[in-house]
């Protein structure tokens, strides 16, 4: 972004206005222009500084930085790794049962009787017997490679 070209437009716009009023107060506004140049400019990169931090707080794993070149703002997206959500932990080895974790599925009727018959011929609570049949589909995927969506086999 340039902000060259917008200071231009607005030299230009005051001065069309003041040529209005008279030369002598045309030389007198451009005189002021020149004087308040300075104060312009900044008062425009605050501006933009202002816009990058409202944007920047309306992302969530980016920000945007402000670099200058050749005295111009330049925007610049990047990815922020503090606001980058931290991966999940791996999962315990050796079948460590220590961390556990609480879930709530919605299932039709017929198929909880059907997993709760299913448990009780293995001998098992129905905790134990989902446990059990989610974790060996998980590695069974997991040694596979299998990367697709997979329903639970009974």
């Not at 230009?12 to 040529?19: M, P, Y």
């Not at 610049?76 to 315990?92: E, G, H, T």
């Not at 299932?107 to 018959?117: C, F, H, R, T, V």
């Not at 609570?125 to 997991?142: G, I, P």
């Amino acid at each position: 972004m340039q902000l060259s070209h917008a200071m231009t437009s607005l030299e230009s716009a005051v001065e069309t206005q003041l040529r209005v009023a008279g030369p002598e107060i045309a030389e007198a506004g451009a005189q002021l222009m020149a004087a308040l140049k300075p104060a312009i400019t900044q008062t425009m990169m605050e501006v933009v500084s202002m816009a990058v931090a409202e944007i920047s707080s309306q992302l969530e794993t980016q920000t945007v930085d402000i670099k200058l070149v050749d005295g111009d703002p330049e925007l610049a997206v990047r990815d922020d790794p503090s606001a980058l959500p931290p991966p999940p932990p791996s999962p315990p080895q050796g079948g460590d049962d220590t961390d556990e974790a609480r879930i709530t599925v919605r299932l039709p009727g017929y198929l909880k009787d059907l997993i709760a018959s299913e448990a009780e011929d293995a001998g098992d609570s129905v905790n134990s017997y989902v446990v059990d049949v989610l974790s060996s589909k998980a590695q069974r995927r997991r040694s596979s490679g299998t990367q697709t969506r997979t329903t639970l086999e009974l």
